[in-house]
């Protein structure tokens, strides 16, 4: 077979380097930008998949792909399923309400019995930050973080900056307010990490028992007053208000954090005119976001989403494809 | 009791006396009996160690360590503990109360002492809870504990509850000449924290522990100790902010003592990430920034801290080989101690050898109450001997204890406990148990 | 991998006149250009093809639209591959449906790109046909593929190579034929 081998190389793709292939995608604090471009320009090239009438590609033929939740998710699941489907790989996927995790089996435990069904890559929610690092050590397959804790939500910012170039075709040099519970939030955490690192200015604000200590440190300006984060802003990323998370009277109420801390037209006023609103789903309508604004000209909410399977296909691709 | 026992030319240091320098020393019926440039062996009974090369101190006393038994044996007992001490260099470990049921009556301190007398390697003493079940709601029966052979008192694994219940303590232990060690911790803070709070835990997104929770704890204990003139010692402070109200405290004539672990000397909460979530860095006073490990370090230098202790807390592979958080909290560190101590402290110049001698066995002894810490003759034949120029790796498959959990797995070290003698009788020699 | 050039097998005006007679073959063929759309495949593809179209619109006076295949996800030999190949752009800016669909690619070898491009393409609609123009065929066929205009057949061992250089890649026009340098 080597004359096929050269035959491709004669007629001749670019080859990339392979720092994904095979390896785990656990957070964007460990990852380069170099990667971060080649998961944005492949998921460029894949984005035409979605449009066609056959939404399928062989390239991940035979591949399965094990989809591990450990907390309640209807859009992260449905758009990794759908994007290895349309690479044409299997999937399985796991939910604590459907698995023996009720049973008190432990993740370690769970995780090997799936290998040994033959999965080729793992990919997981939890609720406890750290747990996708940990079941990378359980496991030889690659792992995917989709969302661990309050820690990361890498494919989640991958999407997010994906949907930002598609309005502002570059990232150094943006303005982007991050606005709400920072604290609770791995889509805040993961943001922060890939747009600082691909250049853009980033601010964030919530009420002050949102915001985690030394935050400030990883290269973002923080604020109390949402208003003061959103001045001049090009990019507006509302985070969901995780009202199961709040465990503690870090906020009075709901009422009072729409009234200080929602973003309405108002305050949505203090960002530049061409601004974009990005959300990640699913919306507290009326607390963190008006209805006006989620569904307005400048909300890029649904962008987003067409994004994420592209995006994950892109993943799926780089880490799998090719991959013996 | 076998025979006499000679430990010839090994460089003796006994804190006690001030002594450092090559000496024999002679042990008799269990006891020390002289020591000189030069001892003979009198008979053919007399075992003699060949201490070459090595340092000889008084036994290393361990105030803080979890044997777990009863109701915890998946995790240590106190066989599997004591030879884990034995092997650390420690001729005698102090073992908290919280056990199942906890250590709250003369009848479970007996119990202890019997399984000890029974499958001991090194001295076991007991330490009572102060509150019955360590619920901080009463005070447990400390005097009858006391006379059963408790030591001191603990609801170690949390702190006495209130400062009310903290105060009645201090007062009512008077009348039996007890310290009372205190886990400072305000737990309203720290609920729900995995690792310290600070940039660390905002990286990781791990819950973060103040270390205002640990302060605001210190102080409160620090105020009562005052207020009754009760004998306290704190236990693992792992604050620089902790440790200022210490000094603050003692500079004002408090009656107040406190240790801090290897852990806290050496490792920082960055630790958790370059470890990628191990969960052997979970543990509880967490790790802190290298802003405290510094000042620990001072404090162990100017004398504010008074004991090392390892808080040895074994776990068994299950309770830490999950999710962060669903991890047990602790560090088995009976095994490691001795070895860091003098690879990250001792070595580097941190402290003297002179030093760790007051810090892992005067002090501890005289801040329990219980003989030991010298080798003056008369006292107890309890002495550790160091070869402070072994190197190796720490490999959790070598460890005696059952809780593998450590951090510091794979670390090279130098400088090792060589010899555990107990009451004259060598337990290990040549880091190997004495069977 | 390092190749040297062995020789030379078509020089600028040898390619021109190659496409020429191409694009007369795909009139002739389909009896006008009716429906005809050109479709180049990554990456060398894709200039012929607008050669051709060039060629055809000024002998025919007809814009026939050229399209882009990227065939990197039909591939069949991912995993033989020491690299990983980048995924191109896909761009037709046209419906298939009903078209006749000239494939065109710059070297015939294995057939086995022309056969990850037929999938391609049916996976985006059922063209009326599908023809195939290549550059060089040089042979060594491993599926039964064939192709409807050849530029130049070549005789080629299986060690060598056959480069088609283009100006706007390689700044000179020629098709050569190489071998695989020996240590």
Redesign the interface.
């Known amino acids: 077979?080597?004359?096929?081998?050269?035959?491709?190389?004669?007629?001749?793709?670019?080859?990339?380097?392979?720092s994904l292939?095979g390896n785990d995608l656990l957070s964007l604090?460990e990852m380069s930008p170099e990667d971060m471009e080649l998961v944005l320009?492949?998921a460029?090239?894949?984005k035409?998949i979605l449009a066609?009438?056959?939404k399928?590609?062989?390239?991940l033929r035979g591949k399965v792909v094990c989809i591990l939740f450990y907390e309640p998710s209807t859009r992260t699941k449905a758009s990794f399923e759908l994007a290895a489907r349309y690479?044409s790989a299997d999937t399985v996927s796991f939910s604590s309400a459907t698995s023996s995790v009720k049973k008190g089996e432990?993740?370690?435990d769970t995780a090997r019995n799936l290998s040994m069904m033959g999965v080729d890559l793992a990919i997981m929610r939890?609720s406890?930050?750290?747990?996708c690092?940990?079941l990378?050590?359980v496991l030889d397959i690659p792992v995917v973080n989709a969302g661990?804790?309050?820690?990361?939500h890498p494919t989640q910012a991958l999407l997010d900056i994906f949907t930002i170039l598609d309005y502002k075709s570059r990232i150094r040099g943006l303005k982007v307010a991050i606005i709400g519970d920072i604290l609770h939030s791995?889509v805040a955490?993961s943001n922060i990490f890939g747009l600082t690192k691909m250049g853009a200015e980033v601010s964030v604000a919530g009420p002050s028992t949102l915001l985690?200590?030394?935050?400030e440190?990883?290269g973002v300006k923080a604020y109390a007053r949402p208003e003061e984060a959103i001045e001049g802003a090009d990019v507006v990323y509302v985070l969901r208000l995780q009202l199961e998370r709040q465990?503690k009277s870090l906020f009075p109420s709901k009422r009072e954090y729409r009234d200080f801390f929602g973003i309405d037209r108002y305050r949505l006023s203090y960002a530049k005119e061409d601004a974009i609103v990005m959300h990640p789903g699913p919306m507290n309508r009326g607390v963190e976001i008006t209805t006006d604004i989620a569904d307005s000209p400048r909300s890029v909410i649904l962008d987003q989403v067409t994004s994420g399977v592209a995006v994950r296909m892109?993943i799926l691709?780089?880490i799998l494809?090719?991959?013996? | 009791m076998a025979g006499d026992l000679l430990i010839k030319g090994g460089r003796v240091i006994d804190p006690s006396s001030g002594a450092d320098r090559i000496l024999d020393i002679l042990v008799v019926d269990g006891r020390i009996a002289s020591l000189s440039e030069s001892i003979e062996p009198e008979n053919g009974a007399t075992t003699v160690l060949d201490a070459a090369e090595k340092i000889v101190m008084p036994g290393f006393i361990d105030m803080h360590v979890h044997l777990r038994e009863p109701g915890f044996e998946d995790k240590e007992d106190i066989e599997t503990g004591t030879r884990a001490a034995a092997m650390g260099g420690f001729t005698a470990v102090a073992c908290m109360p919280n056990t199942e049921p906890a250590c709250d009556t003369d009848a479970v301190v007996a119990g202890i002492l019997e399984r000890a007398r029974k499958k001991a390697w090194v001295r076991v003493y007991p330490i009572g809870a102060v509150t019955k079940g360590r619920a901080g709601k009463e005070l447990a029966e400390m005097g009858e504990m006391r006379a059963a052979g408790a030591v001191a008192f603990s609801d170690d694994g949390s702190p006495v509850a209130t400062a009310e219940i903290l105060r009645c303590a201090l007062e009512y232990l008077k009348s039996f000449d007890a310290v009372l060690i205190d886990h400072p911790e305000d737990m309203s803070l720290s609920e729900g924290g995995q690792i310290n709070y600070g940039l660390t835990s905002t990286v990781s997104g791990l819950r973060g522990i103040p270390r205002e929770s640990e302060e605001i704890a210190v102080a409160r204990d620090l105020l009562i100790a005052k207020l009754t003139g009760g004998r306290l010692h704190l236990a693992h402070i792992s604050t620089k902010g902790a440790l200022d109200l210490i000094r603050q405290a003692k500079a004002k004539g408090l009656n107040v003592t406190c240790e801090v672990t290897p852990h806290h000397l050496i490792l920082t909460d960055e630790t958790v990430l370059e470890t990628a979530y191990d969960t052997n860095t979970k543990v509880n006073p967490p790790l802190r920034t290298q802003e405290d490990v510094d000042a620990l370090r001072e404090g162990l230098a100017d004398g504010t801290v008074d004991v090392i202790a390892t808080d040895h807390a074994p776990h068994h592979i299950d309770d830490k080989w999950v999710e962060y958080d669903y991890a047990d909290f602790g560090i088995s560190g009976l095994e490691t101690a001795v070895s860091l101590i003098i690879d990250k402290l001792v070595l580097p110049g941190v402290i003297s050898w002179m030093r760790m001698a007051e810090l892992m066995s005067l002090n501890p002894a005289r801040i329990l109450g219980v003989p030991g810490g010298t080798l003056e003759p008369g006292a107890p034949g309890d002495i550790t001997v160091i070869d402070p120029d072994c190197e190796y790796s720490i490999l959790p498959h070598n460890f005696e204890s059952k809780g593998k959990n450590s951090p510091f797995i794979g670390w090279r070290v130098t400088g090792a406990p060589y010899g555990t003698i107990v009451g004259g009788k060598p337990v290990m020699y040549g880091r190997r148990l004495v069977l | 991998m390092q190749f040297i050039d062995k020789a030379e097998i078509m020089d600028a005006d040898g390619i021109r006149r190659a496409l020429v007679r191409i694009a007369h073959e795909i009139v002739e063929r389909n009896k006008g250009l009716d429906n005809v759309v050109l479709v180049g495949i990554r990456r060398r593809g894709v200039p012929l093809a607008r050669r051709l179209a060039d060629i055809l619109k000024n002998s025919e006076n007809v814009d026939v639209p050229v399209g882009e295949l990227d065939i990197t996800l039909y591939r069949d030999d991912l995993s033989l591959k020491f690299e990983q190949p980048h995924v191109g752009r896909t761009m037709l800016p046209f419906d298939v449906e009903g078209k006749k669909v000239v494939l065109v690619d710059d070297v015939l070898f294995t057939g086995r790109t022309v056969r990850a491009a037929l999938d391609a393409i049916i996976d985006l609609g059922r063209p009326a046909c599908i023809q195939l123009a290549v550059l060089v065929d040089r042979g060594h066929r491993e599926i039964p593929i064939r192709a409807d205009y050849v530029g130049k057949n070549v005789p080629t061992s299986r060690k060598e190579v056959i480069h088609l250089r283009l100006e706007e890649y390689d700044g000179i026009e020629q098709v050569v034929i190489s071998e695989e340098a020996s240590e």
């Open positions: 077979m080597t004359g096929t081998a050269k035959d491709n190389i004669s007629e001749a793709g670019r080859v990339i380097d392979l292939r604090q320009s492949t460029r090239s894949l035409e066609r009438p056959i399928k590609v062989p390239t690479m432990t993740l370690a939890h406890v930050s750290g747990s690092h940990f990378a050590k661990d804790g309050m820690n990361e791995r955490r985690p200590p030394e935050i440190s990883l465990a892109a691709y780089l494809g090719g991959w013996d």
